[in-house]
């Protein structure tokens, strides 16, 4: 059985430690978006959300351990998931938003293996930090910083280009190699104001820096967008960063003549794109459900998850709250981790 007592531990300590005002200085010099708001709202939706003895009770269900003892066995000779500490897996992290690699950590640990972490450098502050505290909860997890060792698998996560640097130094060993993803949402015309607002969340929440931020609308034909500006009227992203490359983006967009709604501190513009700069929004228009249908079946290996009301969509306001089986790229990590070599 997975032991999960060390991260209830974990959480508590997390719950019970204040973030330093060096560790937030440090993690600001790291990253300019890394302000105190994004790396504390960061914190709590892990520690709020992943970490609770429900979710994580919920989680470990989810694994037949029937199945992985015989995985097990074939990798260590006993069925005991601790034996798997002879396996090395390097952690090659991302550092778009604050703790962005936690999960990944959270996995190997629970899985036991031996981890070899390479820290990216916008976010090895707050990294380090959650590493720091959770190997001291589980005194027993062996963790590592990466500096080129040998390993069995790796896990590395960043964009399309380092992704060719991935295959290059991991493509001959059991790997998962994540790239340059985007997130959709779908609106109908059936939304309340509440569903709505929450959207913004979806949106804006870490500057719109992760791969599960909103940065494509499909509206209907004829949707009054004025219903997503009123919802929105109380809304606003403080960040200097952010509003000063809101004003150059503006800029850009009335020397090309485009027609684009001006929200103070965000654009929107018709455009059919999954790519969107910070603080723009495009919004595609559509005529039947169906071709949005068909635009996500054909971009599946461009997407991390859909926001809307239908129950296959991650409900309005969720995105930035993933669950722990919300797996990137939906590859399930504890399974290749726990797979024979």
């Known amino acids: ?29 790291a990253n300019e978006w890394f302000d105190r708001e994004n790396v504390e709202s960061s914190l709590a939706a892990i520690v709020d959300g992943m970490l609770t003895r429900e979710h994580l009770e919920k989680f470990v269900e989810r694994y037949d351990f029937k199945d992985i003892s015989k995985g097990v066995t074939a990798i260590s000779g006993t069925s005991d998931i601790s034996d798997l500490c002879n396996t ?33 450098s916008k976010d090895s502050v707050t990294m380090r930090w959650f590493v720091k505290l959770m190997s001291e909860c589980n005194p027993l997890w062996q963790v590592h910083e990466y500096s080129g060792e040998r390993v069995d698998k790796v ?33 109908t015309g059936e939304e309340s104001e509440e569903d709505l607002l929450n959207l913004w969340d979806d949106i804006f929440l870490h500057y719109g820096q992760g791969c599960r ?42 020397m090309q003549k485009d027609n684009f709604y001006d929200g103070g501190y965000f654009t929107a513009i018709d455009r059919h794109s999954l790519q969107a ?5 495009n919004i595609s228009e559509y005529t039947s459900l169906s071709s949005v249908g068909s635009f996500i079946e054909a971009n599946n290996n461009l997407l991390q998850c859909v926001v809307g009301l239908d129950d296959r969509c991650v409900p309005f306001g969720r995105a930035q709250y993933p669950a722990m089986w919300d797996y990137a790229d939906n590859i399930d990590v504890v399974d290749f981790l726990l797979a024979t070599i």
């Open 88 to 120: 090395k897996v390097a952690l090659v992290l991302a550092g778009n938003i604050p703790f962005v690699g936690c999960a990944d950590v959270i996995y190997c640990a629970l899985c036991s293996v031996d981890t070899y972490i390479k820290y990216a």
């Open 213 to 254: 931020n909103v940065s494509m609308l499909f509206v209907p034909q004829g949707f009054d967008r004025g219903k997503l500006w009123s919802a929105w009227a109380g809304k606003r992203v403080e960040s200097v960063h952010f509003i000063n490359i809101y004003k150059q983006q503006r800029a850009l967009l009335l």
């Open 1 to 29: 059985m997975f032991n999960i007592d060390f991260l209830l531990l974990l959480a508590d300590k997390i719950k019970n430690s204040d973030i330093s005002q060096e560790l937030l200085r440090d993690a600001y010099n």
């Open 277 to 281: 700069a910070t603080s723009q929004i």
């Open 155 to 187: 896990i590395a996560t960043g964009s399309n280009n380092s992704n060719r640097y991935f295959e290059y130094n991991f493509g001959n060993i059991p790997s998962i190699m994540r790239g340059s993803r985007s997130s959709i949402a779908v609106i």
